[in-house]
């Protein structure tokens, strides 16, 4: 089965410095990865995905994410945090069954704390 | 547009309560996803639709029913409440089954159990 690790359970980093968080899975075909965040009270939002293509994604508020293959890994990094970064992070992969459609597998989460 | 939306934001039951959950899309999307959150074990799927009229199991059904009676609206039933479902439950929605397609999200709602 398909399965989603975030090593990290809380990470903290100070305003302007450089961020990565690690999700590494576990999937037997070429995965369909995301990483979304969660802010406090809030639902999930997107902020990037891979399913072909370059293995560096872009994503929305300066995010991006390296999918290496080799590694089973999709980190995700940021060059400069800022303070509205605090959220929880989550790794998911897409998995497609009969069973279950468009099933989305989650890791447990990373909750990241800015200190200023 | 409002994307997902989903009724109540919080509730307190006790114990044998039954309550439902409305999640409503506007994005004609045609699959619909229950997820509940708990601390340290990311999101789990309990029920999902892949269509008005058709409902499916996912990975923690017990304890739980839905509806997808109209395509906008998959409703999550809980019918004897217990403790265990103190959690937050997150409805999504997708346009597709493609493995690459986004669900959209919508801002959940946290549900305890006393």
């Known amino acids: 089965a398909q399965s989603v690790t975030q090593p990290d359970i809380h990470i903290t980093v100070s305003e302007g410095a450089s961020l990565e968080l690690r999700c590494n899975y576990s999937y037997g075909a070429t995965p369909y990865l995301f990483w979304y965040v969660q802010s406090p009270g809030q639902g999930l939002q997107l902020l990037l995905k891979?399913?072909?293509?370059?293995?560096l994604v872009q994503g929305i508020k300066g995010f991006e994410a390296e999918f290496k293959r080799s590694q089973s890994s999709f980190n995700l990094r940021k060059p400069s945090v800022h303070w509205s970064d605090a959220a929880e992070y989550f790794c998911a992969v897409g998995e497609i069954s009969m069973e279950y459609g468009n099933k989305l597998v989650f890791g447990a989460g990373t909750i990241l704390r800015v200190k200023s | 547009n409002a994307g997902v939306t989903q009724t109540p934001k919080f509730r307190v039951l006790k114990t044998g309560q039954s309550m439902t959950l409305l999640c409503a899309q506007d994005m004609n999307h045609e699959y619909m996803y229950w997820y509940r959150q708990d601390p340290g074990m990311g999101l789990r799927l309990i029920h999902y639709?892949?269509?008005?009229?058709?409902?499916a199991k996912g990975e923690v059904p017990d304890g739980y029913n839905v509806s997808r009676l109209k395509k906008q609206n998959f409703l999550l039933g809980l019918e004897s409440a217990a403790p265990s479902q103190t959690s937050v439950y997150f409805c999504a929605s997708s346009y597709s089954l493609r493995g690459g397609n986004e669900q959209f999200f919508g801002p959940g709602t946290r549900l305890t159990v006393l």
């Open positions: 891979y399913f072909s293509g370059d293995t």
């Open positions: 639709s892949v269509g008005e009229g058709t409902t």
